[in-house]
């Protein structure tokens, strides 16, 4: 993968809501200190029929960084198609992203940020 982007699991563990969105915090600034300029969240969306709170803690957590200026802006997975204008702007600032496999996909259990 290139070095303009980075996958990040957050759901790895299956962590808690605070978990979540330190390792978030965390992982965002590694990635901004690294150069990345676009991040794959991986968080899930509650397939199990039980949870799902990772994804909204998560998109609410983006939305603030958003308001603050940390990340530029972040497109949620159902979202993620070539005819949304923020995912053309997340396109056309790495290349390697065009090849990932979710776009298009619609899959709500993922959330791409452009940094």
Do not use: C, W
């Not at 702007?89 to 996909?105: F, Q, V």
């Amino acid at each position: 993968m290139n070095n303009d982007y980075s996958v990040i699991n957050i759901e790895e563990g299956r962590p808690t809501a605070d978990v979540a969105i330190k390792r978030l915090k965390s992982e965002l600034t590694r990635a901004k200190a690294q150069n990345v300029k676009v991040v794959k969240l991986i968080h899930g969306y509650g397939s199990s029929g039980v949870g799902g709170i990772l994804k909204t803690v998560v998109r609410r957590e983006l939305e603030r960084m958003k308001k603050r200026g940390t990340i530029k802006l972040y497109v949620p997975g159902e979202n993620f198609e070539i005819f949304n204008a923020d995912t053309i702007r997340i396109l056309d600032s790495s290349r390697a992203i065009r090849n990932d496999r979710d776009l298009g996909r619609y899959n709500n259990g993922i959330t791409m940020v452009l940094l």
